[in-house]
Every structure is written in structure tokens, then in C-alpha cells.
């Protein structure tokens, strides 16, 4: 980051000349002295530990999903709350749907609630985590207590459940994104989808090392195990400061000050910190005209970003990833796999290893490249692994030819590896990166929202569609991948080294998708330091923007990014 000093625009446009400090940002001493410019660390042990305890929240959200599936399937939990008793012992689509979606029901809800929760002046996100925490633990305490025949019981614990599962799904991405080093910020907030895979291998596990226990512990010791995620996350959050951008808006400047040295691991006086100070003042007085949750429908290009998230997250869920995740203890068992739990590890281990790629991939190749390729090569699979289990799995006796089942396994874990390495943590990253300051507690509330209402679609409803049309529904899903890929062909940009300011004004000017690999903000913007000022002043400017990039220099620029009152900084 270049050497900040204030800003004279009159070199980028008057309009916006001499804009003022607030003055308690200044007496913090953002503006005075000199700043050491000595090197910044990669990653700090505080932002690594950071990174895993936060990430628990993840877990947490994955353990649920898989545990879930192997409960399906173990005796004492079918003979105590499956409702068809003969000829054989087993859940109709209606109640096994109940069971497994009303948790998406549950998470639903405390996504949109998380939100403005978490912007209370006496609350904010460090302790909404520690909240959301012992929420969940309530939810595990009323399945464990569910009891023959009363099957409801366990459909209220994991609504409860869900609640904190939604909540952390939009605090886990923001306290990171909130409090992470921007160099490394993309991959720290693709650790959540990490931690994700992590708690369904964890869960698969756990249901195989169980479910030859006749009695409840089969399924009440997994239920148990789950408390040990929410208390290290409970517990741990209370050792970890508010995050610095939350700590600023409520005026406490030299603790946010504070924060961002001990999270770059520099001295307070370093010109890192100095120029995030500048930027999180800049900002804050741009956020000030925000009056509630639905603020963020009236901004300008706003309706576009809530769209696209929406869609992302969306079609991350109609990959078909969690058709595997919450059924695929069944569906294996259909395919003629003796120990459906075994297959169940097995593909959970991969979705564990091939999400490390992911980390690296998303910086190395992009956003736009990594997506698109994702979504067709799954389209792909799921054509194959529904193809051979229409037309090749049984014969006209009925009978499985288990050499087909297997290859259709391949395929399974091929698809997983894609979804792992691509759709699963990027689909956050781009959520993250997405919405200007204003909006970023309600546009990623309103994402994480999308995404539950699609996992408990598909959970609820996978059960009667296969009952009807068995593995065809893959076709289904190989559809709305190669959806997803002209989705992102179309209308994401490319964020991919680009800062978030940068990556809104992209949005801001109309930026073509498909050229914005390559864009980059003018130097002369950049040289008089005038866009961070400029996005200050969001509510004053004028309403005239004009986009072609191509044709005028950096004054009309700057004056255009000022005058469309969006805001684009950090």
C-alpha cells in the first residue's frame, strides 16, 4: 500500500476538494507523526488461531449435515421414530424430509436475524457468536432428549439447532472478513467451507464407529459429541477481541487501532494500520445515512449484487453436493454397497482433501475461471452417475450389478472433489467480497438466507423426487450446474487480487464480466489517493454516472465514482 497522506483532490476533480476529517479521528493521531514502513508478516499466530477457532462455527454446520444421514439409517433411531413399521422398519419421504430439512427451516430464520443482531451497539459479533453458541447447545440437548415415538422432538432440536447454524453462517465469514489481513483474507474466509468438510467427515466417522449399538447411544453419542464444537467456539471467542471495523463505529478508535497491528503483527504506528485507520474513517462516514435492514435494496447497483449473490449461493446448494451429504448413506445402500457407512467416509475424506486445492486455487486462477470449470465438470458427473443408475444399475429382475454401483461411486467422489476444490469455498469468498461496507451485514445475511432455503429444498423434497424418478434426479442437478456456470460466465467479476473497493467501483461502472480479469482502477485515481475520499461523500454528489472507461481520464473518474453515491470502501 502506497504511503497515504491527506488527499488534495484538486488534481482529480474539485467537486470533492478538501474534504473534511472527523475530528476524533484525527486527535486518535491517524493524521500525525511519522510510520514505520517495515515489512508486514504473511499470517500472525493471533490471525492463525483466529482462523481455526472462529471456523468451529463451520463445524458445527457440518457435523449437523453429517451425522443426519447415517441416523437414517441406524436401527434404534428407525425403531424408535420412523413412522412405516412393516413390512420392514423405515421413514416415508414425508417424515424423513421433516427430520432433515426443518434444520435448513431453523438456519433459514437465523441468518435474517443474525444480521441486524450483530450490528447492536451492545452486542456486535463477538459476542452474537457467543450467543448463537449456546443456542445451538440447546438445540443438541432437546434431541438427545427425544424419545420413542415422539419424533417431533427431534425435528424442534434441530430447528433450534439451525437457528445458530444460520446465525453462524453469516457471523463466521464476517468476523473473518472483518478481521483478516487483506492479503490473505480470501482464504481465510474459504477456511469456513473447510471446516465445513472437516465436521461431515468428522460426523460419517463418528456413525460408523456407532451405529452397531442397539440401543439410543448409536445416535446419542454423536449427538453429544457435537456440544465439544459450540464450546470451543463458545469459550474461545471470549479470549479473541471485537473486530476492528465494529469497534470503530462505536468510537473506540485506539482499541480498533490496536486490533489491526496485533492482526498484521505490527507496531500501532505502522503504515498498514495508519492507512486502515484512514480507510475505516472514510467509511464510517459513509454508513452513517444507513436507516435499517432493507436499506440495502435503495443503494445504487445494490439489486444486482443482492441478485447475484443470491444466485451463487443458490446454485452452490443445487450442485446436488448435499444430495451425497444427507442421503448418501442411502443412496449407496441402493446401489448394492454392503456398508453404506464405509462408502460415506470415504467420500467425505475426499471432500476434506480436495477443499485444500481450493485455498490455492482461488488466488492463483481466479474467481470467474475456477467456477465456471467447477460447475461443467460436475454437470458432468452427475450425467454420468445418473445415466448408470437409470439405465445400467439393475437388471429387468431387479438385481444390482455392483461393479456399476461402484463406478457410480467414482463418479460421486469426482463430483465431490470439483464441489470441494471450487464451488464450496469460493461460493463464500464471492459472498464476502460482494457488498460495499453499508450492506455487507444485510447482503450476506440475505445470501447465507438463499442458501438455507435451497438446503432445505433439497432436503425435504430429495426423498419424494427419488422415491419417483430415482436416479434421474441427477439430470436435475447436472442442469442447474451448467446454469450455475453461465451465471458466472455472464455476471461475476473477476475479484481476484483486486482490493474490495476496487472490486465494488468494478460493479459500480459496469465492468463486462468477461473483461474484468484484467482491470484495472486508473493510476492517476490511484496516484492522487481520491477514491477512498470520494466514496465519503456518497450521499452529497451528483446523480449523473457515465462508465466507458475507455474514453476519458482520471478526473471524470473520480467525479463519477463520487457523484453515483456508491460506496466502495474497505
Known amino acids: ?32 507523526g511519522a510510520y514505520e514502513d517495515s515489512k508486514v508478516p504473511f499470517m500472525t499466530a493471533r490471525t492463525f488461531f483466529m482462523c481455526i477457532l472462529v471456523s468451529m462455527g463451520g463445524i458445527c454446520f457440518g457435523y449437523d449435515t453429517g451425522q443426519i444421514s447415517g441416523f437414517l439409517e441406524m436401527e434404534n433411531f428407525l425403531y424408535n421414530f420412523a413412522d412405516q413399521r412393516e413390512p420392514t422398519l423405515a421413514f416415508t419421504w414425508r417424515r424423513s424430509g421433516l427430520i432433515v430439512g426443518m434444520l435448513s427451516i431453523g438456519t433459514l430464520c437465523g441468518a ?16 452474537s457468536i457467543f450467543g448463537w453458541c449456546l443456542i445451538f447447545m440447546v438445540g443438541n440437548i432437546i434431541q438427545i432428549a427425544a424419545e420413542y415415538p415422539k419424533w417431533y422432538d427431534m425435528m424442534v432440536g434441530r430447528i433450534v439447532s439451525g437457528l ?41 466417522l463418528i ?14 453419542i454423536p449427538l453429544g459429541i457435537g456440544f465439544a464444537w459450540a464450546i470451543i467456539l463458545c469459550v474461545g471467542i471470549l479470549f479473541f477481541p471485537e473486530t476492528p471495523r465494529f469497534d470503530f463505529r462505536q468510537g473506540k478508535i485506539d482499541q480498533a487501532r490496536k486490533n489491526i497491528a496485533r492482526f498484521h503483527g505490527v507496531s500501532e504506528n505502522h503504515r498498514v494500520v495508519r492507512d486502515q485507520m484512514l480507510d475505516l474513517e472514510e467509511k464510517l462516514a459513509s454508513e452513517e445515512s444507513a436507516t435499517g435492514f432493507l436499506e440495502v435494496f435503495k443503494g445504487k447497483r445494490m439489486m444486482y449484487h443482492i441478485l447475484l449473490g ?12 448435499n444430495y451425497f451429504f444427507y442421503y448418501g448413506t442411502t443412496i449407496f445402500a441402493s446401489v448394492g454397497i454392503s456398508n453404506s457407512f464405509i462408502t460415506q467416509i470415504i467420500i467425505g475424506a475426499v471432500n476434506v482433501v480436495c477443499t485444500f486445492p481450493g485455498l490455492y486455487m482461488v488466488e492463483k486462477y481466479g474467481r470467474r475461471k475456477c467456477l465456471t470449470l467447477g460447475a461443467l465438470w460436475m454437470s458432468m458427473c452427475f450425467l454420468v452417475f445418473a445415466s448408470l443408475g437409470n439405465f445400467r444399475l439393475t437388471d429387468a429382475q431387479g438385481n444390482s450389478d455392483q461393479t456399476i454401483g461402484y463406478v457410480m461411486i467414482v463418479f460421486a467422489a469426482l463430483f465431490l472433489a470439483s464441489f470441494a476444490s471450487t464451488w464450496g469455498p469460493m461460493a463464500w469468498a464471492c459472498v464476502a467480497e460482494m457488498y460495499p461496507g453499508k450492506y455487507r451485514s444485510q447482503g450476506i445475511a440475505f445470501c447465507s438466507a438463499s442458501n438455507w432455503f435451497f438446503n432445505f429444498y433439497l432436503a425435504f423434497f430429495t426423498p419424494l423426487i427419488t422415491d419417483q424418478i430415482e436416479f434421474a434426479y441427477g439430470y436435475v442437478f447436472a442442469g442447474c450446474n451448467l446454469c450455475a456456470a453461465l451465471l458466472i460466465y455472464f455476471f461475476l467479476i473477476e ?44 450521499d452529497r454528489g451528483l446523480r449523473e454516472r457515465k462508465h466507458n472507461l475507455g474514453t476519458r481520464g482520471s478526473k471524470t473518474v473520480v467525479e463519477n465514482m463520487g457523484a453515483s453515491g456508491h460506496d466502495c470502501s474497505l
Open 207 to 220: 456413525n460408523f464407529g456407532t451405529e452397531g449399538i442397539s440401543n439410543t447411544g448409536s445416535w446419542r
Open 164 to 204: 445458530a447454524i444460520g446465525g453462524l453462517s453469516v457471523l463466521v465469514p464476517m468476523y473473518q472478513g472483518e478481521s483478516a489481513p487483506a492479503h490473505i483474507r480470501g482464504a481465510i474466509v474459504c477456511c469456513y467451507q473447510l471446516f465445513i468438510t472437516i465436521g461431515i467427515l468428522l460426523a460419517n
Open 1 to 32: 500500500m502506497e504511503n497515504r497522506t491527506p488527499p488534495s483532490l484538486s488534481d482529480a476533480g474539485t467537486a470533492f476538494e478538501n474534504a473534511p476529517i472527523d475530528k476524533q479521528t484525527r486527535d486518535a493521531g491517524i493524521e500525525k
Open 495 to 538: 475479484s481476484n487480487g483486486k482490493s474490495l473497493e476496487e472490486i465494488d467501483t468494478m460493479y459500480l461502472l459496469e465492468v463486462p464480466p468477461r473483461k474484468s480479469t484484467n482491470w484495472e482502477l486508473p493510476e492517476e485515481v490511484v496516484a492522487a489517493n481520491a477514491l477512498p475520499r470520494i466514496q465519503g461523500q456518497r
Open 310 to 321: 443470491v444466485g451463487i449461493q443458490a446454485f452452490q446448494q443445487l450442485s446436488g453436493a
Open 112 to 127: 435474517l436475524i443474525s444480521a441486524p443482531i450483530a450490528n447492536h451497539p451492545r452486542v456486535g459479533r463477538r459476542l
